[in-house]
């Protein structure tokens, strides 16, 4: 992405796709009947995955491009809706949200309450400011002691905690962990020096180091931790109909390359998926 000019502007001249009759008509009745897929979103997202645009409303990003396709395919429009994070599955759960779009990842946990359709592959990264004296994050030793900061409630911090709980069991130092509600204290504190390190999604990261400098990627690992690649995708209430053709959608879109449009206007060609799955393989369930 370095060199990039990214519009950031309300006017987003959006990717676009043709609706595809075959498949809208899969959408249940009662999702379909009012024309517009209510889509939720995190106000608190960061770019490119979902931010706000310079008008401080407007929400664009990777997330927002790749649910307008999926509208578009239905034959839908998008009503963009937002909360914190923690409530995007609450209001998916209830009904109110009838998808969501926001770097979700699958876990077997999450699969017992919603319904996935996979759309990226999941990649956390490891920032720390230039000056750092940290070279590579490959394992849990190499975080032993850190101060680091993870947003709670995500599966980078499930992650940390098992690699704190290694540590801890091989007679090494804990690491302090500081959570933020927004990335941008994040990066303060990384200038700052309260924190030394930042394990989060790694589009946000590429994405704040291209368009900012100052800091550098020193270890990248799958969302889902080793073993398996984590998988991003659409989340919807269990059983509510709507995943199938979600799933059709984005598959439409793979083939007809305006998916691979929206992953390299924002630079995450890198992360593109063959194909949508439903309910694949996901993140472990936790123990306890």
Do not use: C
């Not at 926001?102 to 876990?107: A, S, W």
Request: aromatic share 6%; charged share 20%.
């Amino acid at each position: 992405m370095s060199g990039r000019t990214i519009n950031v502007g309300p006017d987003q001249d959006r990717i676009t796709t043709p609706k595809v009759d075959a498949i809208a008509a899969k959408v249940p009745a009662a999702i379909a009947e009012d024309g517009a897929l209510t889509v939720g979103f995190s106000a608190e997202g960061a770019a490119p995955l979902v931010f706000a645009a310079t008008d401080d409303t407007t929400l664009i990003g990777v997330e927002t491009d790749i649910a307008h396709l999926v509208a578009d395919v239905l034959g839908l429009k998008v009503d963009a809706q937002t909360s914190s994070w923690e409530n995007l599955f609450l209001a998916a759960r209830s009904g109110k949200y009838e998808i969501v779009f926001n770097n979700v990842t699958v876990t077997e946990e999450r699969k017992d309450i919603y319904d996935f359709a996979t759309y990226r592959v999941d990649q956390l990264g490891w920032q720390v400011i230039d000056s750092s004296p940290i070279r590579r994050i490959d394992k849990p030793a190499d975080i032993a002691g850190l101060r680091v900061s993870v947003g709670s409630g995500t599966n980078q911090e499930k992650i940390l905690l098992d690699w704190d709980k290694q540590n801890r069991a091989a007679g090494l130092k804990p690491v302090e962990i500081q959570y933020y509600e927004k990335y941008g204290d994040v990066l303060l504190a990384l200038k700052s020096g309260r924190v030394q390190a930042y394990f989060g999604p790694n589009p946000t990261i590429a994405y704040n180091i291209a368009v900012s400098g100052g800091s550098r990627i020193v270890g990248t690992a799958s969302g889902a931790g080793p073993g398996l690649q984590g998988l991003i995708a659409a989340m919807t209430k269990k059983d509510n109909g709507l995943i199938e053709p979600v799933a059709e959608a984005l598959n439409e879109v793979i083939e007809n390359g305006s998916y691979a449009k929206v992953l390299d206007r924002w630079g995450l060609a890198n992360e593109a998926v063959p194909e949508s799955r439903i309910n694949p393989p996901g993140l472990p369930r936790q123990a306890g």
